[in-house]
């Protein structure tokens, strides 16, 4: 459907980068939903923090589903090419660089999103990691610092340039953080001017944003994040309805409780038997958002410490679930 350097892309629907979300089972599962792509949390271009739990975990691609795309984050040219360098050797296919975070902890060392008010800054840096490694790199980025500075026009051609083979792009600027509504029309002009594959991102939650913000913009892709949240199947739907026009059927409880299920097991076997489970009660709390009634059984399930125990419960849960529904059949 679209390339990012020798990777073929067979869907137009991908999952957004998010820190402390898109984890590799997060990743794992809406690959297997139907996402064409994948990108990583973030880790940091100083490999001197990369001896913590947290580094060590997000720098694992045990078994991932290629192509691995491992986005990173910093400010300077050397240590973000150095960075790159190290994930390619831990098996990155592609790396992806965030210039388009609002965190406080990225924006103070003036990464992220704040480096789109340096364009030297930035040419320097993409030109440094495109360099430095033999895969496809890509970028990340808003559609400028504030309102008055738009400037993707300007960071898209320094992208191409640069030798960057993507760009995706939030439809936000870094000082409207997550207000309003992502606008669309900067990224169509962008489209109309690149060419390298331009994936658009913001405020997509449904099979028919999809194909409207497709429309509208020409982009290669949309990038989906936090309405994939507790929703790892809205790839399999976006990618159906842009087949076929068709909305598929609502997923099944016994399907949502599989997935869960399978979300639940990976959490842990990622993370141990402590943390896996106090991961899982975020997720789980996004799963049951759409399902009426669910508050009682999360701050019964946020209560359960062992996994078997989480397992056993959202087992049983379901099957009440499931009995409630045969009944009002
Ligand atoms: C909790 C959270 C963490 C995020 N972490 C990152 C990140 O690590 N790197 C990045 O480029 N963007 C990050 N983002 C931004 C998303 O990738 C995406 O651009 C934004 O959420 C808009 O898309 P959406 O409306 O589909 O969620 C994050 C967003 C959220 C909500």
Redesign the pocket.
Known sequence: MFQIGPYSIDSKVVL??????TDRPFRQLCRQMGAGLAVS??ITSDTSLWDSRKSRTRLDHTGEIGPIAV?I?GAEPAMMAEAARMNVVLGAQIIDI?M??P?KKVCKRAAGSALLQDEKLVAEILKAVVAAVDVPVTL?IRTGWSPDQRNALKIARIAEDSGIRALAI?GRTRACR?NGE?EYDTIARVVAQSRIPVLC?????SPQKAELVLHKTGAAAV?????AQGRPWIFREVEHYLATGEQLPDISLSEIRDILCTHLRELTALYGPVMGPRIARKHLGWYLQTIPGSEMFRRQFNQLHHANDQYDSVLEYFEKLQENEDIAA
Do not use: L, S, T
């Open positions: 957004a980068p998010m820190a402390g979300i949390e973030m986005q984050a965030n388009g975070c965190a990340k939030h997550f992502a991102n913001g405020d997509i939650d990038m989906i994040g936090r309405a």
